[in-house]
């Protein structure tokens, strides 16, 4: 009898526990916004992440009474990819904030970010959807005073949203110039910190289930400490300034950066002079369209498609006829295949042109059927689009000269330029905006990491590169020389070496380009089970952010470039001026 009542009573305590355990949590959830916040992120992500686990990491109950068949993990990744991409976007598109940012960032990124959820997440540049009106002229009335004091016109629907606040065009009622007013949310500051959990949680989820090695998370903290700049707009405003007084003069026939209105700018809103534009990669896109170019091809098919055997040597049975021409297949990179195509399309042209002007001659004297001068007028134009056929090409090389300049050459650098805060101005220019997320870098710092920039573009020793890494103050659990010199070649664009050697020939063709292997998520686990990154100063990691937003926007347009040969030229004049300022040698 007296064990019974001990049990009801045990049995009581347990129950007034839980539901005053349940009762408390419901509270919290109704008065707690970032709670809340995060039991939507969860219950929306939580399925997902369930059904990634169960099918794919081998800590999965499913392996217990199978084998883990990695060839058909990867045709299970594909579909599991193909099936979780559209309900991504929408948990993106319904909780907005900080999963704007991440998804911008994601859809730029080919040789990381699986091809469904890079063609879902590029939506984020520009169709993302704003709040309503009123709340935003609620925050400007607070913010500067009553808004027709100011504007003369204000456009109702916003001409960018992003992950804490929205932009408008309007017309100053002073002078009837053109500006953009870009105003935070007042909800911003709570929602970012519980956004940074969510986003946090899950990575750490991802390196327990083996998605992600141990640098996602050292990248996720620094992702996390420069996002949170963005919610001071009096930085940002100071920044722009700053940028437009860096480049806006050296770079005015190739760029244009907008100028801040100051009157106009509060703790939350930025007004700035108006420049008008598509996003760049739209605009690329279709000059790369006129060309023939797939640009829905992802870099990973077209490498797999022109990739080339690794030899060492080419057997004596092979004919001289065909030995060369093997020898001359195999020192084409990824890169000359891109410019190949392009040369043969432009050739495709040019012929085209020539017909169509000789069809268009002869139908001007009636002496062509109608369908013929029908394909010539239709011809010629397109042709007129001809003279704008390369724009990519420049636009990407003007972006890595600006950016390089910035970091190497000047006190501060746009840390952040991600497709949506790139445009293409009636006259071809690019226009540059966005600057909440800026970086200084002092003279020593600056210079070291030119030394790691030159080390890579002119093919240094491993051990040379591995000692600029070291200095930077990279650190790894093994200290492994191989391995901090096959990092620092992956992030800056000389990802690995192979080698096309004969025995019958004088040469040595050395070739420093995006092989498949390094779209490999397998080849990616591999090298970082090699060695594994503990520290990465935030500096580096900044720098490397731009690297790889501009690489990854360089791939979606199928050029594939170097970022150390980019940057080259740039570092050097970064050592010159250490050099001239300590009388140090470089190397």
Known sequence: MAARRALRGVGRAIGVVSVSSFSVGVVYYIVEPGFRRQVQFWGHTGPIVGD???????????????????LNRKEVAA??????APAALDTILDLKGLFIKFGQVCSVRPEIVPKPYRQKFSLLQSDVPGRDLEEVIGILQEEL???????????????????????????????????????????????????????????????????????????????????????????????????????????????????????LCSPRVITMTYL????????????????????????????????????????????????WGSSILQTLSPSSWFQMARWARNARLYSELLAANTVSTIAYFGMAPTSWSTWANETLRTWTSAPDMNLSERWLTTLFDVHGYQIFCTDLFNADPHPGNILVLPDYRLGLIDYGQCRSLDPAKRSDIAKLILAVAEDRPDETIAEAFRDLGIKTLKDDTQFLADFAKL????????????????????????????????????????????????????????????????LALQ????????????????????????NDVVF
């Open 52 to 70: 990634y686990f169960y099918h794919l990491s081998s800590y999965s109950p499913k392996y217990l009474f199978e084998d883990f068949n990695e």
């Open 79 to 84: 579909e599991l990819h193909a099936k979780h």
């Open 559 to 582: 050029h594939n470039v170097s970022i150390s040969d980019q940057w080259k030229e740039h570092a050097k004049a970064a050592m010159l001026q250490t050099n001239s300022n300590t």
């Open 145 to 263: 005073g009553p808004v027709e004091d100011h504007f003369s016109s204000f456009e109702a629907t916003p001409c960018g949203a992003a992950s804490i606040g929205q932009a408008h065009r309007a017309t100053l009622s002073k002078n009837g110039q053109e500006v953009v007013v870009k105003v935070q949310y007042p909800d911003a500051s709570w929602m970012v910190a519980a956004d940074l959990k969510c986003l946090g949680d899950l990575i750490r989820i991802g390196v327990w289930g083996g998605a992600f090695d141990e640098a996602a998370e050292l990248s996720y903290r620094e992702f996390s400490k420069q996002f949170l700049s963005e919610l001071d707009y009096e930085q940002e405003k100071s920044n722009l300034e700053r940028v437009h007084k860096n480049i806006a003069e050296r770079y005015k026939a190739f760029v244009a950066v907008p100028e801040v209105i100051p009157s």
């Open 491 to 554: 992030i800056l664009g000389s990802v690995s070496l192979f080698y096309s050697l004969s025995l019958h020939l004088w040469w040595l063709s050395c070739i420093r380009d995006f092989q498949t292997k390094h779209l490999s998520h397998e080849w990616h686990m591999r090298l970082h089970k090699a060695d594994r990154v503990t520290v990465f100063p935030t500096d580096l990691a900044m720098v490397c952010r731009v690297a790889g937003l501009l690489r990854g926007l360089s």
């Open 276 to 323: 008008p534009g598509s996003k760049m990669e739209q605009e690329a896109r279709r000059q790369l369209k006129l060309l023939g170019i797939d640009t829905e091809k992802g870099i990973r098919e077209i490498l797999q498609k022109n990739e080339k055997p690794e030899v060492s040597t080419i057997p004596a049975k092979h004919s001289n006829t065909s030995y």
